[in-house]
């Protein structure tokens, strides 16, 4: 297969919109998810949806639908996990993952990665930002990961580790740093506050 191959990732429990997924809540006249894949779609050779919760919540997006590996609840780094194993079943050496609840990611986002992680095998690559401080952050769910870290990442896990940005370190990852706007491109869905800005965003 030509291109890379990404997976979207569909977790968190939505506490704090009331407990709908929060890629399936209406932005403008379609799903956040929609928005989501339209973005990646065409930067991808292969897409497919990462979600632990009922396949048939997502029918019409046509997307093959891959679960973590069990015991569940273990956060973004499991998704990873789900998408390194898929990626590299179809023999691909790498995987980009992006977030179901960002729908206005950058439409360069999959040839920056990859374009930085070329000669750089080992490493992960991270995308980031920098806010009106000139503070660079950085947006771990937007990443290009080898997929021959597998085997670490579950090992990691069942150690306990959680957090994206730690274990990614542990293996050296480089920054592709994106400009920032109104919206910024990796702002994310998380409360009916933030949904209600989105559609500010997207009437613009």
């Not at 968190?12 to 809540?25: H, W």
């Not at 029918?59 to 998408?83: C, K, Q, S």
């Not at 959680?162 to 109104?182: C, I, Q």
Request: aromatic share 6%; proline share 8%.
């Amino acid at each position: 297969m030509t291109g890379l191959a990404c997976m979207i990732l569909a977790g968190g429990a939505a506490r704090r919109m009331g407990g709908n997924p929060k890629g399936l809540e209406l932005l403008g006249d379609k799903p956040v998810l929609a928005h989501v894949v339209e973005r990646v779609a065409p930067q991808a050779g292969v897409l497919a949806l990462n979600s632990n919760t009922d396949p048939a919540l997502f029918n019409a997006f046509d997307l093959p639908i891959i679960p973590d590996a069990p015991p569940l609840g273990r956060g973004p780094l499991a998704g990873i996990l789900a998408a390194m194993k898929w990626a590299r079943a179809l023999g691909f050496k790498q995987v980009a993952t992006v977030a179901w609840d960002t729908p206005f990611l950058p439409a360069d986002l999959m040839a920056r990665l990859g374009q930085a992680q070329q000669g750089q095998s080992m490493k992960s690559v991270m995308a980031a930002t920098r806010d009106t401080a000139g503070r660079l952050w950085r947006h771990p769910t937007a990443s290009l990961w080898p997929t021959h870290l597998h085997d670490d990442l579950e090992t990691a896990l069942a150690e306990g580790t959680r957090k994206v940005s730690a274990w990614a370190e542990l293996h050296g990852v480089d920054l592709v740093e994106f400009p920032t706007g109104r919206p910024d491109p990796f702002f994310n869905i998380n409360t009916p506050e933030d949904l209600a800005l989105a559609h500010t965003y997207l009437e613009r």
